[in-house]
C-alpha cells in the first residue's frame, strides 16, 4: 500500500478555502484516492475518491495532478463545522490485510 | 437503513476478562472491517472480511478473533482483556474492496480496561 503523508495539523477562518495535501510518492496503477472526515466520537465519513484529474461534488473538491504521486482535497468556504481531522487513504484491488491502514490525518481548525 | 450498528458503546472489562464486540450491517455489504484508534492516532485495522465465512488478519490482530457466519454480522471477540486493549474500536463495510470504494463506519465502542 502506498505510504500517504499529510500535514498533522492545520487552521483556518471561516469562509476561507482549505487545501489540505497528501502525498503518495509509491501509489500503484490501480489505486484509489480516498479522503475521510472524523468528528471527535465518531466513526470517519467518507468525503470523496479520485484516480485521476479533478472529482468535485457538493462538498469538495480533489485534485490529482498526472503523475498522481500526491492529491489536493479542497474544501471550500469553511465553516465552524468543517473543524474535523481528515484522512487520506490510498489503495486498490491489490490492498488489503496488513497493507491496509489510515495515519494520523490532518487535524483542521476552522477559527471564527 | 440503519447502516452499520455496533454494541454497546461503552464497556469497562478487567484485566483477563472476555467480550464480544457486535457489529451489524444492513446494506447487504460483502466486505466487512474492524478498526482500533488509539487517542490521537489514526485507524489500525484489526481483522476484516470479503465475504461470509472468509476471514483475514489486519495489521494488529493479537488478541482478538472474529468470524462471519452471515453476511450482516462481524463479531469481534476479545479473550483475555489487556489494557493494551484500551481503545475506540470502529466497525465498518464496504460494497467493494476498501481501497477502491466508500467505507461506511458505525459508530464505535469506547472500551477501557482496567
Known amino acids: 500500500l502506498a505510504k500517504t503523508t499529510q500535514p498533522i495539523s492545520m487552521d483556518s477562518y471561516e469562509g476561507q478555502e482549505v487545501n489540505i495535501t497528501c502525498s503518495h510518492n509509491?501509489?500503484?496503477?490501480?489505486?484509489?484516492i480516498t479522503w475521510y472526515q472524523q468528528f471527535p466520537s465518531q466513526g470517519p465519513r467518507f468525503i470523496i475518491q479520485?484516480?485521476?484529474t479533478k472529482v468535485t461534488n457538493e462538498v469538495a473538491s480533489l485534485f490529482i495532478p498526472a503523475d498522481r504521486k500526491s492529491s489536493t482535497l479542497s474544501l471550500p468556504r469553511v465553516s465552524l463545522s468543517d473543524t474535523a481531522v481528515y484522512y487520506c487513504l490510498v489503495g486498490g484491488p491489490d490492498n488489503y490485510g496488513q497493507n491496509f491502514v489510515f495515519g494520523p490525518g490532518t487535524r483542521l481548525s476552522v477559527l471564527p | 437503513n440503519a447502516g452499520v450498528t455496533q454494541t454497546p458503546k461503552f464497556r469497562i472489562l478487567k484485566i483477563g476478562q472476555s467480550m464480544t464486540l457486535q457489529c451489524t450491517q444492513d446494506m447487504n455489504h460483502n466486505y466487512m472491517y474492524w478498526y482500533r484508534q488509539d487517542p490521537g492516532m489514526g485507524l489500525k485495522l484489526i481483522y476484516y472480511s470479503v465475504g461470509a465465512g472468509i476471514t483475514d488478519k489486519g495489521e494488529v490482530p493479537n488478541g482478538y478473533n472474529v468470524s462471519r457466519s452471515t453476511t450482516e454480522d462481524f463479531p469481534l471477540r476479545l479473550e483475555l482483556a489487556a489494557p493494551s486493549q484500551t481503545s475506540v474500536y470502529f466497525c465498518?463495510?464496504?460494497?467493494?474492496?476498501?481501497?477502491?470504494?466508500?467505507?461506511?463506519f458505525g459508530p464505535g465502542t469506547r472500551l477501557t480496561v482496567t
Open positions: 465498518a463495510s464496504s460494497f467493494r474492496q476498501g481501497g477502491m470504494d466508500e467505507q461506511y
Open positions: 479520485g484516480y485521476k
Open positions: 509509491n501509489i500503484a496503477t490501480n489505486d484509489y
